[in-house]
């Protein structure tokens, strides 16, 4: 296998964000009622995490990594520390543009997400796949695998999670079960068969 297609498989299923390193738990788990706008959801997520991770890469190593500024004679200048600002407002200009495209061609799946949208600005699991791009040193066609496979795995988590949840919502649970005790025991079922992942991951 190679690199970037083990790096995809990695970010997508062996560091899976919501049910490996549990980021993104409050859209995971709100958007999950309905397979169409959890599917909206898994979209959105692919789509944003695709452009911002490599965008975020870009202003990373030309602006902010420490002696970016080298070809202008200031190789002291290190603007590391403005990382986080920087990586939130490229991901909410990501995330407007993709309201604005929704909402003018997509109506119903932009309703159906309601005030979720807006939020996946400060979306956790969002701002992590820069942050760990940023640590793991990945160059830029790695950055846009990794976002791209980071991506992909919430939207297969998710789902996953609905198409169960709406099979469930027609079984005589036990009413302490019901609702989101329910959810939190098929989430935490998924995580321990995402988890398996990683043994299959050292063989490849």
Known sequence: MSDLAYLFFEAAFVDNMPLTLFLGLCTFIALSKRTESALG????????????????????????????????????????????IAFIGVIAAVVQLLEMVLDRYFPQIHASFGVFLPLLTVQCAIL??????????????????????????????????????????????????????????????????????????ATL
């Open 41 to 84: 959801l898994g979209v959105a997520m692919i789509g944003v995490m695709g452009l911002t991770v490599p965008l975020n890469h870009l202003i990373h190593r030309i602006i902010l990594a420490p002696g970016a500024w080298a070809w202008a004679g200031y190789p002291e200048i290190d603007l590391s520390y403005l990382s986080l």
């Open 128 to 201: 992590a796949g820069s942050l760990f791009m940023v640590e793991r040193s990945y160059d830029f066609a790695q950055s846009f695998v990794y976002g791209i496979g980071s991506g992909t795995g919430f939207a297969v988590a998710v789902v996953m999670l609905a198409a169960m949840r709406r099979r469930l919502a027609y079984a005589n649970l036990p009413a302490g079960l019901r609702g989101l005790g329910i959810t939190f025991v098929l989430a935490g079922l998924m995580s321990l068969g995402f988890a398996s992942l990683s043994q299959m991951a």
